[in-house]
């Protein structure tokens, strides 16, 4: 069974920056992040393959830059200019070509104003 620990969150203010950190017991071919603000549906925000592609949402391109490392099967996101709708719980997420996909535990970010 595949386990993926998050950690980083925390509170912030607006226009500082966060890192999240993701590592996953074993190697995944897609590793990411999702975004779940208190009474919606969770929501991606960015991917990447384990040759470097990325995929962002357009609501977190040019602040948040996704990347991992392949030798800790670790995946990262760097938060910067953070805002007040950026609050929400982070989840780590990996994605296996064969159709599985894995789930952190999540962590909470919140942004004050």
């Known amino acids: 069974q595949v386990q993926l620990v998050e950690s980083g969150g925390g509170l912030v203010q607006a226009g500082g920056s966060l890192r999240l950190s993701c590592a996953s017991s074993?190697?995944?071919?897609?590793m990411g992040w999702y975004r779940q603000a208190p009474g919606n549906q969770r929501e991606k925000v960015a991917t990447?393959?384990?040759?470097?592609?990325?995929n962002y949402t357009d609501s977190w391109k040019g602040r948040f830059t996704i990347s991992r490392d392949n030798a800790k099967n670790t995946v990262y996101l760097q938060m910067n200019s953070l805002k007040p709708e950026d609050t929400g719980v982070y989840f780590c997420?990996?994605?296996?070509?064969?159709?599985?996909?894995?789930w952190g535990q999540g962590t909470q970010v919140t942004v004050s104003s």
């Open positions: 074993r190697k995944i071919f897609v």
């Open positions: 990447i393959t384990n040759g470097g592609t990325t």
């Open positions: 997420y990996g994605h296996q070509p064969w159709g599985v996909d894995y």
